[in-house]
């Protein structure tokens, strides 16, 4: 059948789509979810069909979103010829990991690019995220998902020699010592590239946290040149072409509120080989109440980090740290920026666990990269001396600076204490908690909402002593949060 090109003006966001009228669809047996190949003399292209009876697709015109017009460079009122075709093979294995069975090389090929290439719809994708976080994938299926993962997009190519890179598989509130661990490397002479996520299911991620400082949305010849000025970026690996898969992959966790332990390595170890990192630290946040509860889970990861960067070359060392409470005072984009600026300015408001934190990470760094045998004196004096808060300037303002004194970072205008209930010391504070109140609160998405903490465990307070602050941008989203807070304010006090 030929039909006429109507131009939706939309995008899906992802997959290949195009509409059909419902009587066009008749004619042909076909139906919403299906494949058909649209052919225009060489030009060809495999979409997922969508059948409509609205009165924008009339009989014979197909509507093509606009992510068909990037692939194929079909032109608006021309004719095309469209056939029925079967769906994408790599539903066949998803199907097969659902049941259970291994995946082979060729397997995981297909599935990372019809994902890269928009061949499967949400639905589908959300399959194969479902199958790896129920039917675990085995380790040699890891590394050939991290292979394909990093194969599939741009490879940031730098002429040095070592390459640092760190990473911190999350769950663990605040904790923002990359921001502080980059300048520190980028001081000491070594480069560092570091592509950061956003948000998942925390108050704010990395990426969230610098955007408040700096521009985070480079594309590769800006990340090159900012490397080539200052030695290090802190940027959002999102806005490059840098292992794309991971992106969908990523989209779609956030959906489901899961992180499946074999997409958790590939999707780190992917980035980190799309930067040509050769020296890498894994930092593993252990503890109830954290990602990872228990010191022997985090040994298995630990060993499953080395062993699959192994494979690619990397020289890796793994750092178990305590993920039993949140790090920091700030817990928001907005906080979390001011204390980076503090621990590097070596103010007296910088939080003194963040500080401890960052030079033990960044030190480990250095003496991996044999620049010093003691990496953690090192670390402090760069701090110490103003040289790391001062590579922190020159990386914020080659990204394009908003703001570099703590000071003048905005947070939410409306506040709630949340205080003591009672004397005592406290025991606990809940990651989960925190984060959550946090996030209902705004964060990441206002960057000045979150959480500031006061107080850590061990800390002995007195009744109606104030234990954090709420803040907000929206009064609707403080009062839900002080809902929540009351609820479950995360903290144990005995």
Known sequence: MK???KDMNMETGGPLVAMLNVKDALLM????????KIQQGKKLETVLLNITSSKSIPKNTL?????????AKFKPGSKVKITPTRKPLSIEFIRKKLEGHRLSREEIHQIVWDIVNNKLD?????????AAYARSLGRQETIWLTQEMTSHGDILKINKYPIMDKHCVGGV????????????????GLTIPKTSSRSITSPAGTADTMEVLANVCLDLKQVKKTIKKTKGVIIWGGALNLAPADDKIIHVEKTLSIDAKSQLLASIIAKKASVSATHLLIDIPCGPGSKIPTTKKANILKKDFIEIT??????????????TQPIGHGIGPALEAKDVLYVLLNDKKAPNDLKKKSIMLAGKMLEMAKVTKNGQKMARELIDSGEAYKKMIEIIKAQGALITNPEKI????????QKATKSGKITSISNDAISKIARVAGAPRDKGAGIYLYHHKNDKVKRNDIIYTIY??????????????????????K
């Open 3 to 5: 039909l006429k090109i």
């Open 122 to 130: 949400s639905t589908e994708l959300a399959f194969f995220v479902a």
């Open 410 to 417: 905005k947070v939410g205008k409306f506040t709630f204490d």
């Open 63 to 71: 509507g093509l979103f606009e992510e068909v017009f990037k692939t």
């Open 173 to 188: 509130a605040g904790n923002r010592t990359t921001m502080i661990v980059v300048p520190i490397i980028a001081a000491a």
């Open 310 to 323: 192994r494979h690619l070359g990397m020289k890796t060392q793994v750092v178990l740290t305590d993920g």
């Open 472 to 493: 907000a941008e929206r009064k609707h989203l403080l009062k839900f949060a002080k809902e929540i807070a009351k609820a479950e304010h995360g903290i144990s006090i």
């Open 29 to 36: 047996d076909l139906h919403s979810g299906d494949r058909i």
